[in-house]
């Protein structure tokens, strides 16, 4: 429970009744000071009491229409018609709406497009920083839709959405993509099961996933280490940048039936190093076995990837490994 919907303390009953300043319920609230003013500005919601020097201060009532607020558009419910909803259910005065002005794009708008609501919701959270929201959208969405969908619908589009409005703004919103990412990464490993106990003699080994040296772009191969957890798939993330002698190592030591490689650029794709992994052998003689090795990601991309494993999405990935150990259908 947040401290502004707790009881108050019966020993203090007038400390409720405090108002508070722009700065104070800001920091409570867990957004910007400007994000208050701007609300006011354009939805009409504003402190009913000024105090001298025309400063700010908000009282319980505002302070119930602002968390009412913020809980609406965390959801994905567009701001105009939150504001409308938090100050119904506040019981405002009809006319408090008269303040609203234009409908232009808030300096904290994401460059979303035709998308889900969630979206929406998770975009807005983003923006104002606000961790719980972002984690518990995060959650929602997953569990409502699955790893796959949930990170081609709702997870990606959000991340370019940050992505173009930190390109467009100067290297501002850096700590906004930050923020996201590290949630995005905490629901998928989240998502994915610890592993169970292996067979003496397993089937098949397991699916080895790792970045390519140099490659620090992690995000996309930890969704689809997520999706196959999902699938109850045998898996061994590796992570980002890891040198080329430690997957040789690995490989050898694992006898994997995949290996994931991911480069999310031309310059950390190297095909020589796909080629010598897809050559190890193990097992007996007369029963020797490689692995397959799948080339996801961007950087792959060319003529010179033609006739390897390639998958365009999360979802392709997913099916082509699935249907090694004979799950068919994955992903949808």
């Not at 707790?6 to 700065?23: C, E, K, M, N, R």
């Not at 490989?251 to 992994?277: D, E, F, I, N």
């Amino acid at each position: 429970m947040s401290e502004l919907s707790a009881a108050p303390d019966p020993a203090h009953p007038a400390a409720a009744q405090v108002p508070l300043t722009t700065g104070a319920l800001a920091r409570r609230l867990g957004v910007a000071p400007t994000t208050l003013r701007s609300w006011e500005q354009r939805y009409g919601i504003g402190p009913a009491v000024r105090a001298e020097g025309r400063h700010r201060r908000w009282a319980p009532g505002d302070v119930a229409v602002l968390e009412e607020m913020c809980r609406l558009t965390s959801s994905g419910v567009p701001p105009a018609e939150a504001a409308r909803v938090a100050k119904g259910a506040a019981g405002s005065e009809p006319g408090q709406a008269a303040r609203t002005h234009g409908s232009s794009r808030a300096a904290g708008t994401l460059p979303l497009g035709d998308v889900r609501q969630e979206c929406r919701g998770l975009a807005r959270a983003a923006v104002r920083l606000d961790a719980p929201a972002v984690e518990r959208q995060l959650a929602d969405a997953v569990g409502q839709y699955g790893v796959v969908v949930a990170w081609q619908e709702v997870m990606v589009p959000t991340l370019h959405a940050v992505g173009r409005k930190w390109a467009s703004s100067g290297d501002r919103y850096v700590e906004v993509e930050h923020l996201l990412s590290w949630h995005v990464s905490t629901a998928l490993r989240r998502r994915t099961p610890p592993p169970g106990p292996q067979p003496d003699t397993p089937p098949a080994g397991p699916v080895m996933l790792a970045c390519v040296p140099g490659e620090q772009h992690t995000l996309p191969i930890e969704a689809l280490n997520a999706a196959l957890g999902e699938l109850g798939l045998p898996t061994r993330m590796f992570g980002a940048a890891v040198p080329a002698e430690a997957l040789t190592a690995a490989v050898r030591r694992l006898g994997p039936a995949a290996v994931v490689l991911w480069a999310q650029a031309r310059s950390t794709a190297s095909l020589p190093l796909a080629r010598h992994l897809a050559e190890i052998r193990w097992g007996v003689k007369g029963a020797r076995r490689q692995p397959s090795v799948v080339l996801a990601g961007p950087g792959w991309s060319g003529p010179s990837a033609r006739g390897a494993l390639r998958p365009v999405s999360l979802q392709d990935a997913v099916e082509i490994v699935a249907g090694m150990y004979g799950v068919h259908g994955a992903g949808r």
